[in-house]
């Protein structure tokens, strides 16, 4: 894992693989990554989710609680320089089931972001943990 985590080739949006948030958590402090967690268990629409990214990261004031601002913190994190970062965000199943636009949208930034921080060879990578039967299709890191 902790070879993986500092390859930006291979960064973007997972689900957690099955050794879990332990193992994740642990090699990210290894690798010098900051990891962030969020919970979406109160999310059942975007803009809620966007509240709990803000919340859960420490945006500054700014933050418009919008798509394009989360796109703009996510892709300047200078209150928060490291060597990378993870981004760890449970209970996602209810935006899905309740806002499947928005939950795509959010993806595009997270995928957006992460291509951002490829491009200056840092790693940014988002993991949804998820339970094994929700969003199947959603890839995971073996």
Known sequence: MLNVLVDCRRAGVYRL???GRTV?????EA????CFQVSFA???RIGRALGELGQ???FPEWYGQNLDALKDCLTDLSWCQAAGYVLI???AEILYAEDKVGFQALNEVFA???AEWRSQACPMWV???LPADVLATLATLG
């Open 31 to 34: 690798t010098g990554l900051t």
């Open 42 to 44: 109160d999310a059942d």
């Open 17 to 19: 693989p099955p050794c």
């Open 24 to 28: 994740l958590l642990e090699a990210a």
């Open 89 to 91: 965000i449970a209970r």
């Open 112 to 114: 957006e972001a992460v």
């Open 127 to 129: 993991f949804y943990d």
């Open 56 to 58: 859960a990261l420490g």
